[in-house]
């Protein structure tokens, strides 16, 4: 297990499977593979769960990303990580970075984390 306040991760870009205009779910890629926001969400999230007591809930509330390079099928593996910037009783500040194989930035995100405590 990670360090309180970090995430991290690792993984292989895939390439997109998936007509937008295509219906049929079976040739749908998972959200991940395609889309490095849906990693950058779950990367700040799991940061922000490691700070939190066991039984507590939490949601994002806001993301913003910042593309800084293409990725490519030629880009993996990538490695991600999530780091808490400040943890509030409520509210949870964090930022999560992806890289490529030779360690370049491709995005970066920062995010906001509602702690819904339990009842």
């Known amino acids: 297990m990670g360090r ?8 292989i870009p895939q390439e997109r499977t998936r007509d937008h205009a295509d219906p049929d779910p079976r040739r749908a890629a998972t959200a991940a593979d395609r889309d490095p926001v849906a990693v950058l969400d779950t990367l700040i999230g799991c940061a922000a769960r490691t700070t939190l007591p066991a039984g507590t809930a939490m949601t994002s509330i806001d993301i ?46 920062t995010g906001t984390v509602l702690v819904i405590p339990p009842r």
Do not use: C, H
């Not at 309180?4 to 993984?11: E, W």
């Open 4 to 11: 309180p306040g970090r995430s991290p991760a690792g993984g």
């Open 64 to 109: 913003n990303v910042s593309y800084l390079r293409n990725i490519l099928d030629t880009s993996g593996p990538l490695r991600g990580t999530g780091r808490v910037i400040k943890n509030g009783s409520r509210i949870v500040f964090a930022e999560a970075e992806i890289a490529d194989k030779d360690g370049q930035l491709v995005a970066t995100g």
